[in-house]
């Protein structure tokens, strides 16, 4: 892959190529550069912001009567860090990446979170080069699977909290959620649950119902909620200790 291929994948050819190559220069590198060298940084910073109005102005579009709480869930599970630095790989970012020395030697090509930020360091730099309507057309394309998916059911795959939470923690790595009934009040036949969703040794959301099913399911989309209000730069589950 070279930056002629590069721009064959995304189906735009820059105008200005010191765009591109700003958003495949990382830090690491332009510290490193005797010449001065912008780094990504700034693309990431506009292109995070691109990516976010992009596929939430899809969402707006594909889904008119549905309520903020599933276009919510439905733009957390779209734009991940896990998801972009799939997108990234796919497009042979990493190979293309202006490394420092120890960057490269910490095997920074491969790591999630430079190629996502490489990844939106391109958006933006797209942007910048070709304006909103070329980039929305771009980053519906790079997206169009994962759309198709959530287009097709969205019911069925942002309804289901539980299926969600655990789509989220597979791309992290490591265990599956674990629920856990923590208390339960009421006669028997009112009986409330309360149920606490683990992943390892963390806590992600807690839920009370009728059932512990019930129950589960609001543990799930609890957790869902919190991670929604969690920075889209970041990883959802960046400040969680991973399980062991």
């Not at 998916?149 to 069925?156: A, D, N």
């Amino acid at each position: 892959m070279n930056l002629e291929g590069l721009q064959v994948a995304i189906g735009h050819e820059f105008r200005s190529l010191s765009l591109l190559r700003e958003a495949l220069t990382h830090p690491s590198y332009a510290a490193e550069s005797r010449r001065e060298s912008p780094d990504y940084q700034r693309l990431e910073f506009l292109g995070d912001a691109v990516l976010q109005l992009a596929i939430t102005d899809y969402l707006y579009s594909l889904f008119p009567k549905h309520n903020e709480g599933l276009l919510t869930k439905a733009r957390s599970f779209l734009v991940n860090r896990a998801r972009l630095a799939t997108i990234a790989r796919e497009l042979g970012l990493g190979a293309l990446l202006l490394l420092g020395k120890g960057e490269e030697k910490s095997g920074g090509r491969e790591k999630d979170s430079t190629l996502a930020d490489s990844f939106e360091a391109l958006i933006g730099a797209i942007y910048r080069d070709a304006g909103w309507r070329k980039t929305k057309m771009i980053v519906r394309k790079l997206f169009s699977e994962a759309l198709q998916r959530v287009g097709s059911s969205p019911e069925t795959l942002l309804g289901n909290p539980k299926g969600l939470l655990q789509e989220f923690l597979q791309k992290e790595g490591g265990e599956p959620p674990r629920y856990r009934c923590i208390g339960q009040s009421g006669e028997a036949h009112r009986k409330w649950y309360t149920v606490v969703v683990e992943w390892g040794e963390a806590p992600l959301g807690e839920g009370t119902g009728r059932s512990k099913k019930e129950a589960e399911l609001n543990a799930a989309s609890d957790a869902l909620a919190r991670i929604a209000q969690r920075s889209p730069h970041e990883s959802p589950f960046a400040a969680l200790r991973r399980p062991r």
